[in-house]
């Protein structure tokens, strides 16, 4: 079960997955997204939402398929935005 991944990164790709278009330089998206995508896989909100966007931006490193299709998009950092959306640029 070593290669299961955990709900942050579950959520983070399928949240890239749904906005991100070949060619795109970064998207926002909002907390909103965190809870469809939860509800979407069937998986357990998280009590910090804000969290999953924290965890990418300082503790982990975000998983291969959005490394893989926007290198420029993943070497980009998460801004955290007034409004609570978020930007990955």
Same mark, same amino acid.
Do not use: W
């Given at each position: #079960?070593?290669?299961?991944?955990?709900?942050?990164?579950? *959520?983070?790709?399928?949240?890239? *997955?749904?906005?991100?278009?070949?060619? /795109? #330089?970064?998207?926002?998206?909002?907390?909103?997204?965190?809870? @469809? #995508?939860? $509800?979407?896989?069937?998986? @357990?909100?998280?009590?910090?939402?804000? $969290?999953?966007?924290? /965890?990418?931006?300082?503790?982990?490193?975000?998983?291969?398929?959005?490394?893989?299709?926007?290198?420029?998009?993943?070497?980009?950092?998460? $801004?955290?935005?007034?409004?609570?959306?978020?930007? *990955?640029?």
């Amino acid at each position: #079960m070593a290669n299961e991944k955990n709900r942050y990164v579950q *959520l983070i790709e399928s949240i890239f *997955l749904k906005y991100y278009y070949e060619g /795109s #330089m970064g998207f926002t998206f909002k907390r909103e997204d965190i809870v @469809e #995508m939860a $509800d979407k896989l069937g998986i @357990e909100l998280p009590k910090n939402l804000g $969290d999953v966007v924290y /965890s990418f931006r300082y503790r982990a490193q975000l998983p291969t398929v959005i490394t893989e299709k926007a290198p420029k998009v993943a070497s980009g950092l998460f $801004d955290l935005r007034e409004d609570h959306n978020t930007n *990955l640029c």
